[in-house]
């Protein structure tokens, strides 16, 4: 279990009551020496990183954090990035805001249809900001990302898909225009009587099985 921006202990003491092994990432010096000082290394194993930057085990591992508010979406950024890691799943608490905007099926964001080829998101708590202490300015919620057993995108063409998703997204223009060096226009409308959306939508509209489609299509004819 890695808790990720440990701080003080309160979740690790937690997750050691609970009987899981521990791995703590703290990337601030004195509160990692703090944690070093509380927990005996059996039950608990100290990394001194910041989780935006550091290298996410191969093995299988979950996560569950508070995770820094301020911080959160380039921890998760790092955490998600590449789907041949060993992550199975991850429960953590961000900001309502930021859960609401990656969970939601529509508008889409990049980030979430990435993250969505290879694990199913969804907000399972909202926590009051009274819950907390000292209390942040905003509520919170735990957002949890769990494996797919069927992934729907092969792990091995993650980089591909990325471009392809970051190229329509960042067109901020209807499919027609921003795959247009993809997909000749008779395709795109075949493709969206297929799989069921308007050729004249944007990136933002379509789903991740919609997305994980095209791309299959597109990457099927390269290879022909």
Do not use: C
Request: glycine share 4%; proline share 8%.
């Amino acid at each position: 279990m890695v808790d990720v921006g440990a701080g003080r202990g309160v979740l690790t003491r937690a997750l050691v009551e609970a009987g899981a092994e521990v791995l703590a990432l703290e990337a601030d010096p004195r509160l990692a020496a703090e944690l070093r000082r509380r927990f005996a290394p059996r039950q608990v194993t100290v990394v001194e990183a910041d989780a935006r930057r550091w290298a996410w085990p191969p093995e299988p591992f979950m996560v569950v954090a508070n995770l820094p508010f301020a911080g959160s979406g380039e921890i998760l950024s790092s955490l998600l990035r590449d789907p041949r890691g060993g992550l199975s799943s991850a429960d953590v608490i961000v900001q309502w805001e930021l859960a609401a905007k990656q969970a939601t099926v529509w508008p889409a964001t990049m980030r979430a249809t990435y993250w969505r080829a290879w694990f199913d998101i969804a907000i399972v708590a909202r926590l009051a900001r009274s819950a907390f202490s000292p209390p942040p300015s905003v509520d919170a919620a735990v957002l949890r990302f769990a494996r797919r057993a069927r992934p729907l995108v092969p792990r091995e063409q993650h980089e591909h898909y990325r471009r392809l998703l970051a190229d329509a997204f960042g067109a901020k223009a209807p499919l027609q225009r921003a795959l247009r060096k993809r997909l000749t226009p008779r395709e795109l409308r075949r493709l969206a009587s297929l799989l069921g959306f308007d050729p004249r939508s944007h990136a933002r509209d379509l789903d991740p099985r919609q997305w994980a489609a095209v791309f299959s299509h597109i990457h099927a004819r390269r290879r022909a």
